[in-house]
């Protein structure tokens, strides 16, 4: 049930875009896109509800295609803040959240 | 101020010892996780409660055991420790409707 991420790390200069893949084998209810730094526990950044809806704050945006099964992040004018491990979370209809593989994101000045 | 506390930080242990990694929320969420997660690597789901006399296993096989007495609190148990057990131990609550989860900052488990 584990969703697949792709690319697996990704290193950007400052002000370059970047966008984080996830994919599923199951049908979809919800993504969720979390970031984790180093050393601390993953922070919530946004979740989408239903096919077609697209969410974003900051330069941080996100799409989720239900019926591909699939959420696209996107990283807009990236910033050394943003660097960290980016996670999906999918939830397939058992309440339940089951992480992705992990985009390790690395923005240099 | 509302968040969810995980206590120890860290916590280094001999072979089968009996440890209790606690975890506790003010948020008064029904919803809490255990998450397994080893450095660098993805999280996985061993536990889940969805309120108070309610625990599940979750799809990673895990020795351990819960417990969901209060609502606000959901500790681990691992009766005898062993080296495989080493790993970093996640406690989150929330996701109901259109909010993400909320995690503890972690205990970091090494059993030599």
């Known amino acids: 049930q584990q969703p697949v991420q792709s690319p697996q790390a990704v290193i950007l200069r400052e002000g370059e875009d970047a966008v984080i893949n996830c994919s599923s084998s199951?049908?979809?209810?919800?993504v969720h896109w979390y970031r984790q730094k180093h050393g601390e526990a993953p922070v919530f950044l946004m979740i989408?509800?239903?096919?077609?809806e697209q969410k974003g704050h900051d330069k941080i945006s996100a799409s989720f295609n239900e019926k591909k099964q699939q959420s696209s992040l996107y990283l807009t004018a990236s910033q050394l803040s943003y660097s960290g491990t980016y996670f999906c979370?999918?939830?397939?209809?058992?309440?339940?959240?089951?992480f992705g593989t992990g985009t390790r994101l690395t923005v240099i000045p | 101020e509302a968040d969810i506390y995980q206590t120890p930080r860290y916590l280094v242990i001999g072979t089968g010892k009996k440890i209790t990694l606690e975890c506790s929320q003010t948020?008064?969420?029904?919803?809490m996780y255990w998450y397994q997660q080893d450095p660098g690597m993805e999280l996985h789901l061993i536990h889940y409660?969805?309120?108070?006399?309610?625990?599940e296993k979750g799809d990673l096989s895990s020795e351990s055991t819960v417990s969901r007495i209060r609502t606000e609190h959901f500790p681990l148990t691992l009766e005898s420790a062993r080296p495989s057990h080493t790993s970093q131990y996640l406690c989150?609550?929330?996701?109901?409707?259109?909010?993400?989860?909320?995690f503890g900052s972690g205990t970091r488990l090494t059993v030599v």
């Open positions: 989150a609550s929330g996701g109901q409707g259109a909010s993400g989860y909320t």
């Open positions: 199951k049908a979809l209810y919800s």
């Open positions: 989408l509800l239903k096919g077609g």
């Open positions: 979370g999918t939830e397939a209809g058992a309440n339940n959240l089951f």
């Open positions: 948020m008064g969420h029904d919803k």
């Open positions: 409660s969805y309120g108070v006399n309610s625990t």
